[in-house]
């Protein structure tokens, strides 16, 4: 069992910054692929970067040399860089651990799925 808290989340002015945090409470080594999700008011949960344990990385056209996702092993979180922030970025970001990302960066897929419960960006123009 592996729980994932995401933090980091806030308003903030186009243009501006944030870095998503995602704490497991265990080690995320043997977790094969972790993501970053969005849903935004009246639109579907959508992938915006996922990370292999390899390292190898997936953006949604929309955040690509804008976001950066990293993960550091050893304090077992996944950050989300986000830059040059637009109002269409507001949305529910979600972290997730497991399959459903595993599947979305095309690499075989084992063990459970583990969700956090969100955090809420708010970009203004």
């Known amino acids: 069992q592996v729980q994932v808290v995401e933090s980091g989340g806030g308003l903030v002015q186009a243009g501006g910054s944030l870095r998503l945090s995602c704490a497991a409470s265990?080690?995320?080594?043997?977790?094969?692929?972790m993501g970053w999700y969005r849903q935004a008011p009246g639109k579907q949960r959508e992938l915006v970067a996922g990370?292999?344990?390899?390292?190898?990385?997936k953006y949604v056209d929309s955040v690509k040399g804008r976001f950066t996702i990293s993960r550091d092993n050893a304090k077992h979180t996944v950050y989300l860089q986000m830059n040059s922030l637009k109002p269409e970025d507001t949305a529910h970001y979600y972290c997730?651990?497991?399959?459903?990302?595993?599947?979305?960066?095309?690499?075989?897929?084992?063990?459970?799925?583990?969700w956090g419960k969100g955090t809420l960006v708010t970009v203004s123009s």
């Open positions: 997730n651990a497991g399959p459903t990302t595993a599947r979305a960066m095309g690499i075989i897929p084992y063990g459970m799925d583990y």
């Open positions: 265990r080690s995320i080594f043997s977790i094969n692929a």
């Open positions: 990370i292999t344990s390899g390292g190898p990385t």
